[in-house]
């Protein structure tokens, strides 16, 4: 039995209101069948469907301001109440004492000690090794989380090989914005298919979706509406390729940003959690907050 989790950055449930929300601005068939038909905003209540189930999740865990990556992702990857112990969101890069918890607490690490087999499905360019290890970059706390329990990073040669995938899903942007020529591009759908494919090669798979919250911050009305159709066909491809009987896909985010076009910045918004497959009505039970995930996962592997 395996989990696939697929972490989208800065992913809220918005205000019932199109000209805010852009959730609502169009059919999103694919996203639509995981909460019952509903378009997705905050005013849906947890909609338990024939494959998923959907969860309002709290990111503000109990500390005033804006929900931030590094300590969201830290939460999610460790399932202690980062923020609180910080005593304020912050990002998009962990502190020293960020790290230090996620370094102490990673599950990904309790996965591996255990000899579960996990797998990081991002694709990184040569240069955000060369930045990482020239100490220019910090890596995010997901990064950090899978770094300590020792699963790979995979780069270049393994997008071209199709092990690994750019993190829009499709490898636009490996040439949009690296400046390569001749990468894989996938269609959405496809790279859906692809995730599940490389996800059943491991017992726990990872994949870190990021633009979402990339264009929350500077994205066009256009530019999100089409990131989004991208992003519900990945999810198609995704659904139609993953066996409910072999495991769960888990879907949510560490703070809301993209879905409220009315602000630049994230929001205190609640995120959608999504659990697939059989297993989630145990997985999802008591599920309130980004802190609920880590146990959940290693329970998982023990029943
Ligand atoms: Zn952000």
């Not at 999103?28 to 019952?36: E, K, M, N, Q």
């Not at 209540?45 to 990556?69: K, M, N, Y």
């Amino acid at each position: 039995m395996r989990i696939f989790f697929l972490f989208l950055d800065g992913v809220g449930l918005g205000e019932n209101d199109p000209d805010r929300n852009p959730f609502l601005s169009a059919d999103f068939p694919a996203l639509t069948s995981l909460t019952g038909g509903e378009r997705w905003h905050k005013d849906l209540p947890r909609i338990d469907g024939e494959r998923s189930i959907f969860v309002p999740t709290d990111a503000c865990l109990g500390v005033a301001g804006t929900p931030q990556s590094a300590t969201g992702q830290a939460a999610i990857m460790t399932g202690i109440n980062v923020p609180l112990i910080i005593e304020e969101h912050y990002g998009p890069k962990p502190t020293a004492q960020i790290g230090t918890i996620i370094r102490r607490e990673s599950v990904v690490k309790k996965l591996t000690a255990r000899g579960i087999n996990a797998g990081f499905l991002n694709a990184y360019p040569p240069g955000f090794f060369e930045s990482v290890r020239s100490g220019k970059r910090l890596l995010s706390s997901n990064q950090l989380a899978l770094q300590v329990a020792g699963v790979e990073m995979r780069g270049a040669t393994a997008l071209y090989s199709g092990r690994a995938l750019s993190p829009d899903f499709t490898g636009e942007n490996w040439r949009t914005h690296l400046g390569y020529s001749d990468t894989p591009i996938y269609e959405p759908y496809e790279a859906g298919k692809r995730l599940a494919e490389l996800a059943a090669e491991h017992d726990f798979a990872f994949f870190d979706h990021w633009p979402t919250d990339y264009y929350g911050h500077r994205g066009s009305r256009k530019e999100i509406g089409e990131q989004l159709r991208n992003f519900d066909r990945v999810i198609q491809g995704l659904l139609d390729n993953w066996d409910d009987k072999t495991g769960l896909i888990v879907i949510t985010s560490d703070h809301g940003n993209i879905e409220d076009l009315s602000v630049r910045g994230h929001t205190r918004n609640p995120v959608p959690t999504f659990v697939i497959g059989e297993g989630r009505h145990a997985f999802t039970d008591g599920l309130i907050d980004l802190t609920d995930f880590a146990e959940r996962i290693l329970a998982f592997y023990n029943s």
